[in-house]
């Protein structure tokens, strides 16, 4: 018999149905609340303060999709893992559970081993150390942008925030400006708990970094990742003052902040763009996404940006036929910095399970090499000195990069 001083409330109309799982649970020395309604839940999570919840879906007065929604607007309970058990397991009830802010889903009858181990792996996750990034530290904000769609964009900022915070062992921001069905949390398996949707209706003056702390979702790589907002209409209250209010909260904080940026030249895309320290334009090799690339630097000069503040990122999404890179940098006359390889089935495999492969497979050539490429991108100061105390990613990084320089 183990104990725990984890607090779990479990809700469901049906007394049969609160009695297996408490039962289930039992052996973990949990610490079990029960309610039979929504409204109980609501109630009894602020008397009870739970650390994980576990909610029926189908209850008299508020279902557990609402209720899920409700906690997530508490701020107590807006990180806090949620997980929904019911009977009906079809591929739509699982997405809107995960819309609603839940963490995972369970379908009922249920196995107690499973639910012994899902349970113990929600807590684990919420009890990853997040240390709080020191305040007014060196920024370096790096914005990903293109004026087409499908370069991979959001897969390339995921891959750049989590290699940062892996190589460098502390929390990098990453923001998702593309309001309008941004993939940032998708693509590191975050629900939508909290998204900029809460930053909506709250007016700038009260947005600080405490507020930010409660919005931010973190991810076990040390990435914090302020998510699209989960509604279209929550988007068309977030101004660019209030964009720019935000990144300038998040660089006093954090030493890299990273911005996926939507496909368009719009005021808060702009703004994201202006805050950049280094704006990573992505292309592909075909002669639409070369195009776009050529309109986007002619805006860039007319917004006086410096040249060298835009790093062109050829980044190869077709297997053969795509255009060759010399006569890109020719029709561009700008040289490409960096280029990747086609890797369409490794990205592919890593967005459906949410794994990013700078982190999942770092030893092998794709991970390696975008974990090489966060390094490069990181502060030069940073870069030409030994951390204290070196991360596995760092000395992966300094390993590869000595056996190249011997070879």
Request: some cysteine.
């Amino acid at each position: 018999m183990t104990t725990t001083n984890h607090r779990i409330l479990i809700v469901d109309d049906t007394p049969l149905n609160l009695k297996m799982v408490s039962a289930a649970l039992a052996p973990g020395g949990y610490q079990i609340e029960t309610a039979t309604s929504g409204q109980m839940a609501l109630d009894r999570a602020v008397s009870f303060r739970p650390d994980l919840f576990i909610l029926d879906v189908m209850m008299p007065d508020i279902d557990g999709y609402e209720v899920c929604r409700r906690l997530r607007r508490m701020s107590a309970f807006a990180q806090h893992p949620i997980l929904m058990l019911t009977a009906n397991d079809s591929l739509e009830e699982r997405v809107r559970g995960l819309e609603a802010g839940a963490d995972d889903y369970m379908s009922k009858p249920f196995q107690p081993i499973e639910l012994q181990a899902r349970v113990k792996a929600l807590l684990r996750r919420m009890s990853v150390a997040t240390a709080p990034p020191l305040a007014l530290v060196r920024n370096e904000t790096l914005a990903f942008f293109s004026l087409r769609g499908g370069v991979g964009i959001s897969t390339l900022a995921t891959n750049l925030a989590v290699g940062l915070a892996q190589i460098w062992g502390e929390p990098v921001a990453l923001v998702d400006l593309a309001f309008i069905s941004g993939q940032s949390a998708l693509m590191l398996n975050l629900p939508l708990r909290t998204t900029w949707g809460d930053l909506a209706t709250p007016p700038i003056y009260e947005i600080d970094y405490d507020l930010l702390q409660q919005v931010l979702m973190p991810h076990s790589s040390g990435v914090h990742v302020l998510a699209s907002a989960a509604r279209p209409e929550q988007s068309e209250l977030i101004t660019a003052e209030k964009v720019a209010h935000v990144l300038s909260i998040l660089r006093q904080h954090y030493s890299y902040v990273v911005l996926d940026l939507p496909h368009d030249f719009s005021a808060t895309t702009l703004t994201g763009l202006d805050s950049a320290n280094t704006v990573l334009l992505v292309l592909a090799p075909e002669i639409a996404s070369v195009r776009a690339t050529a309109c986007a630097l002619d805006v860039f000069v007319k917004l006086d940006y410096a040249p060298d503040k835009l790093l062109l990122l050829l980044n190869t999404t077709v297997e053969q036929g795509g255009l060759v890179r010399k006569d890109i940098e020719l029709a561009l006359h700008h040289p490409i910095a960096q280029a990747l390889p086609y890797a369409a089935e490794a990205y592919l495999s890593a967005l459906n399970r949410g794994v990013p492969p700078v982190l999942d497979q770092p030893n092998k050539p794709l991970g390696a090499i975008l974990e090489r490429w966060a390094f490069h991108l990181s502060r030069e100061a940073q870069r030409m000195q030994r951390p204290a105390t070196p991360t596995p990613a760092w000395q992966r990084v300094a390993q590869s990069n000595y056996a190249r320089k011997t070879r």
